[in-house]
């Protein structure tokens, strides 16, 4: 039986063959709650990517589409940061085809975009998830149109029309980029394959708890540090870690760290301030452009995953974001500012309540060095 999509504010379901991006009622599309059982002999031992966990994933079970269009992503290291203090350990999504982590969404979204037959896909993106989209529309032989800010790094729109995707430069915010693809999208141009909207993309991050669980053998460190944007790691995250929680096979659900930039944190404030919805914020320009999101869709279910881990938000200081690039270079991670300004907001919290954080933690490490200069 397909499982559905249902909306987030009026619970009106859809089926997955629609080509509605939201509900008739404007809300967001999550997927309905699908029933499976999944335990450590699930998992497809000679696969080396993440669809080594496609039965934990929302698919038929003689689906095989999916064999076209992964390139290998997920299965990513885990590894202590330093051999001084090896309860931080990092995780390097950085190593990925496309050299972010937003391939695990790319690779779910596209192999369903693939099994509905869609010919063209349209997305918005400050530039990672354009990157993975493009690659994976690509492998797929599907047509591709990426919507960038202006100030996007040359580098990554150089990477997405490298892939063969038609790139569209916009003038203004990361919010009149998504404004420019969603017009595209109501005039027909194309499916909508945007990793905000559409909820395969999550079942895609979702992997990244999986992995997890796999590779520390079911010890899940108390504490996660996610970086949040949009919140496709971190609702990702959510579902995987609860999925596991629900399935039994982990005793505690793991408490979230999640990274903004102060210069643009608007789920910060709205968690600060105890509220239950999340409004829109300028964002005053930081280094960080992967996290600078001033008006998140999922604004509200991110809240609602943050609080049901008992976890928290801070923010990372825009005038540490250089040293702690230099910093993790200097251990042998090159990774770009968007990630930087993730450590250094972990860091800066590490020192002032390293007493408090007993166990290991994880940071992701999400996107490489040599996407920026
Ligand atoms: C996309 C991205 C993020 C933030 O992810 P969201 O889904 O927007 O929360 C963080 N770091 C890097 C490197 C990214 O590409
Ligand atoms: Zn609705």
Redesign the pocket.
């Known amino acids: 039986m397909p499982v559905k999509y249902i909306c987030c504010e009026c619970g009106k379901k859809y089926d997955p063959t629609t080509l509605a991006f939201r509900c008739e009622c404007g809300g967001l599309f999550n997927l309905e709650e699908f029933d499976f059982t999944f335990s450590k002999e699930d998992i497809l031992n000679n696969e080396w990517s993440l669809f080594r966990y496609i039965k934990a994933l929302p698919f038929d079970k003689d689906f095989d589409l999916w064999q076209y269009v992964t390139m290998g992503e997920g299965l990513t290291p885990i590894v202590p940061l330093d051999n001084d203090n090896t309860n931080i350990l990092v995780k390097v999504d950085?190593l990925m085809p496309t050299l972010?982590?937003?391939d695990r969404g790319a690779a779910v979204l596209i192999s369903k975009v693939k099994e509905l037959g869609i010919k063209k896909v349209i997305q918005d993106?400050?530039?990672?998830?354009g990157n993975s989209i493009a690659a994976y529309a690509a492998r797929a032989g599907i047509e591709c149109d990426i919507y960038v800010p202006e100030s996007t790094s040359a580098k990554k729109i150089k990477q997405i029309s490298s892939h063969g995707a038609t790139v569209h430069i916009i003038q203004g915010t990361r919010e009149d980029t998504a404004r420019a693809a969603l017009n595209a999208v109501e005039k027909g141009e194309g499916f909508y394959a945007s990793?905000?909207y559409n909820p395969y993309f999550y079942q895609g991050?979702k992997t990244y708890a999986y992995e997890i669980y796999e590779q520390l053998n079911g010890e899940i460190p108390k504490t996660i540090v996610?970086?949040?944007?949009?919140?496709?790691?971190?609702l990702g995250c959510y579902y995987g870690f609860k999925e596991l929680y629900d399935l039994g096979l982990i005793k505690e659900m793991p408490k979230f760290i999640a990274v903004q930039s102060e210069k643009c944190a608007p789920i910060y404030k709205a968690f600060k301030e105890g509220k239950n919805s999340v409004d829109e914020v300028t964002n005053a320009g930081t280094l960080?452009e992967?996290?600078a999101?001033a008006k998140?869709m999922r604004g509200k279910q991110i809240l609602e995953a943050i609080r049901a881990t008992n976890g928290i938000i801070i923010t990372a200081p825009e005038n540490k974001i250089n040293e702690a690039r230099k910093y993790l270079a200097q251990k042998g991670f090159y990774?770009?500012p968007?990630?930087a300004a993730?450590f250094a907001g972990f860091l800066t919290y590490y020192n002032e309540n390293r007493h408090h954080l007993n166990g290991k933690v994880i940071i992701?490490l999400?996107?490489a060095g040599l996407k920026k200069d």
Do not use: Q
């Open positions: 950085y972010s982590f937003k993106s400050s530039g990672n998830a990793h905000v991050t996610i970086p949040v944007g949009n919140g496709t790691l971190l960080a992967g996290i999101i998140p990774v770009e968007t990630t993730t992701p999400c996107g």
